[in-house]
Each structure stands twice: as C-alpha cells, then as structure tokens.
C-alpha cells in the first residue's frame, strides 16, 4: 500500500479466521442438539430477526430486524442484484482459475497462494486486484444486512451491530452471512488437486501414539467486567467501582500426549497440526472424512525438535499457540501504565496479539453425554515449513508474524485445506495420528460470591 508495507497473507488470514468462526459457531449449535447454519441467500427472506438490546454512547439504540424480512436495496450503499452480480463474478473467476486485474492480465489462483487472491478479492481489501470489477461482497454484505430494518434511510437510523466489528457477531445472521462467504472460499479450495501421499509423508517419522490426559470438559463461570470506562464522570469527582457478571464458556485443564519415532538417525525439526471435527452431523450420522475436515477446528500449532529414535511429548491445553489470553480491562490497563511510568515493567507483553480466538473458547461446549470428535495429529516437515528460525522456541509469531512474515510455509488449515477423495491416503499416513474423544459439559455453573 501507500505505506510500502505489506501484510502477508492478509486475504487467506480473512478466510481462515471466518472459517474457524463458521466452524465452531456450528460446533457450539450441535452441541446443544441444532441445525449447522444455513448460508445467506439474497432471494430468500431472512427468517430470524434480531433485536440487539444495546445502544451508541451517542447515537440513539441499534436498530433491530423482525422475522422474516426480504432483502432490499440499500440507498447509496448497493443494489440487491448488483451483489449477485458480483457473487456470479467471482464464483467465474473460481471456475476459470484466475481473477482477471484491472489491467486484464490473468492471476493464476490454482495454486496455494489462490487463497489469499480470493480473499483481497471477497472481503475486499485494498489489495484486491480488481474492485472495480470484483466489488466488496463481503464488506457491502454487511452493510447491506446490517441496513434492513431502515434500507432507504427513511428513519435515519444509525448503523446496525453489523457494521461494526465489536458487535458484529451479536447478531446470529453473521453467521449466515459467514457461511455464504465460506462456501464460496471452499468451492475454489475444493478445485485444486489433492495432496498426494508423497506430500503428505515426513519420511522416517511416525506418529505412535495420541492420547488425552483429563477429560474434555467445559463449564460455565462468572466474569467480572469492569464498566468504569461505560459510563460518562467528571475529573472532579473520584472513579467508583462499577462492573457487573457475565457467564462464559470455559474448559478444564488437559493434555494431549504424543508419541512419536524419528527414524532418521538424526535430530528433525517437525511442526504438529492439531485439529479436531464433530463425529457425527446434527443427524447423527458419521462425517465422512473429507466432510469432517471441513468441519475441522483448528486446535493447536508448534514446532518441535525432534531427538533421533522415540520420543514422547506433551502439550498443555493453556499453550495452545492459536488462542490468546483474555485482553485486560480497561481499568487493568490503566492501572499497568500507570506503574509503567513509574518505572515498572507493565507486564501486557503476553497481550501483545489480538488474533486468535480466547483460550477459553478452546473447546466448544459439548453436552452431558459427552459430543463426540475425531482428534487428528499431523506431524510434517518443521524445516520445510518454517518460514522463520526459531519456531520450536517461540510460538508467538504464529498470531502476528515476524518482521513481516507469518511463520508457516503452508497454507492455513494444512493438511486438512484440500479436498479428500480416499481417506485412505490419510489413515494410512505414518506421520498422521487420528483417536476418537468426546467433550462434555454436565452443567456446572460457577458463580461469583
Ligand atoms: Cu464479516
């Protein structure tokens, strides 16, 4: 950009963490016995409503959306048609393999780096090759579904939770909106050849074992959130303690174990992909497996050196190097600064990233008999894949990069991101570990005193 700085793989990071969104969202549906979410479509009527129960500081309450409203224009924002044109544009880009820039050249996206094309593309960014020809679907979709209840301005009503990142997912039809958008990402991941077996193989490593240390299980617990920074005061008045409780999801400590051989003869750097997907659909009937990793929820990722012969390993719940910590309070915030310019060291390094999703929110909630997963363990080729020295020491860059570069060679989701026609190729794979688990919740509610 203008800035001459570019974010790697900014348009494949748009899919990947919408497609996690998307994922786990139907997870957490059918744990609580549900459907998995429709996708959007523009000549449909929106069946669920939504009313956000919440307001601006300064701007009135978020507008609400009654059932079933049919999709209308947007004055000065888009036309209803004009959004399927765009959405036919791209699905033909997809289907020739290439997205056509402004200047008519050919972008050959049949190929790993295909991606991250689309997503500059679809959300878009100001990195898409073509918006004069692509549009903005997702950013227009939003504005569009966000605009419903007032699409002429008639009301002037201010705009919807939809257009703002903070409450976007408030309302249940980002979900919907969500999951168009992933499907279309999917029909061009599912148009590139799958991995053969000799792609897959880490030569000489095998995965032995996999197992779970403590039971999967989530609960429920109050949350104390600090509301000092909700509500207007004056210098001349001393702060009071606001706040109020809030239950969130939250799971118990455990451990995956792993065993693996190096039969190399000599110390290998390897990367595990840990990955989980729903055993059965909201039918109850199994996933196949090409359907169950796209279902799959991305658990963790590290890299680890590999010492000759066996080797046995375990990786806590609380490292996973997708999730990040809780971000403090604003009060907390204050309050560390404050000591920082005293001197102190403000101890916010570990909230440095603000990717990935909480690690609280490492499991979806599972039920009382307990939702069964298929828990798979890819173990690949840690010196082909590191894009960075260092990986099996430091996790971080895995949410913000390093000097400008994410850490993984391979594609978000690999080897999980192309299609599978014979799951074969994976169960037979040594380097690939696969064990059945089951995540429960038994009600447990932990309240503050
Ligand atoms: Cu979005």
Do not use: C
Request: glycine share 8%; proline share 5%; aromatic share 12%.
């Amino acid at each position: 950009d203008k800035y001459s700085h570019h974010l790697h793989r900014k348009g494949e990071n748009f899919f990947w963490v919408h497609h996690q969104l998307t994922v786990r969202f139907d997870a957490e549906r059918l744990s609580n016995y549900l459907d998995p979410v429709d996708e959007l479509h523009w000549e449909k009527p929106i069946v669920q409503g939504f009313a956000p129960h919440t307001t601006y500081k300064y701007g009135g309450q978020f507008p609400s959306r009654p059932d079933n409203v049919n999709f209308e224009d947007v004055d000065g924002v888009a036309r209803i048609r004009d959004l399927l044109i765009v959405e036919s544009r791209i699905r033909d880009a997809i289907a020739h393999g290439y997205i056509v820039d402004r200047a008519g050249n050919h972008i050959d996206i049949m190929n790993e780096r295909g991606i991250d094309v689309l997503g500059d593309v679809i959300e878009s960014s100001v990195y898409s090759p073509n918006v004069q020809y692509y549009g903005a679907l997702h950013n227009t979709a939003h504005i569009v579904l966000g605009r419903q209840s007032d699409p002429h301005g008639k009301y002037d009503l201010p705009p919807g939770v939809l257009e703002h990142f903070e409450t976007a997912t408030r309302d249940p039809s980002f979900f919907r909106l969500h999951k168009y958008m992933d499907n279309i990402f999917k029909e061009h991941k599912d148009s590139l050849p799958p991995y053969t077996v000799e792609e897959l193989t880490f030569a000489g490593v095998s995965v032995d074992k996999v197992a779970i240390e403590g039971e999967l299980e989530t609960y429920f617990e109050d949350f104390e959130y600090n509301l000092i920074n909700a509500v207007d005061d004056t210098e001349q008045i001393a702060d009071v303690e606001i706040s109020t409780y809030v239950p969130r999801l939250n799971h118990k400590d455990f451990k995956i174990k792993i065993d693996v051989s190096n039969n190399k003869g000599q110390e290998v750097l390897a990367t595990v992909r840990i990955f989980a997907w729903p055993h059965l659909d909201n039918n109850g009937i199994e996933f196949t497996f090409d359907e169950g990793r796209w279902n799959a929820i991305e658990l963790d990722k590290f890299w680890v050196k590999l010492p000759a012969g066996t080797h046995h390993f375990e990786r806590k719940s609380s490292e996973s190097a997708v999730t990040v910590p809780d971000v403090p309070s604003f009060a907390t915030l204050f309050e560390k600064t404050k000591e920082a310019l005293g001197g102190a060291d403000s101890g916010l390094t570990d909230f440095e990233s603000a990717t990935g999703i909480p690690n609280r929110f490492l499991l979806p909630k599972g039920n009382e008999q307990g939702l069964e997963f298929d828990l798979v363990v890819a173990v690949t080729d840690g010196a082909a894949d590191a894009a960075v020295d260092g990986l099996h020491e430091n996790t971080e860059f895995n949410h913000y990069g390093s000097h400008g570069k994410y850490p993984d060679n391979r594609p978000h989701g690999y080897p999980l991101d192309r299609k599978v026609p014979d799951e074969r190729v994976f169960e037979d794979l040594p380097n690939f570990g696969h064990i059945q688990v089951k995540v429960f919740n038994h009600g447990e509610y932990i309240q503050h005193d």
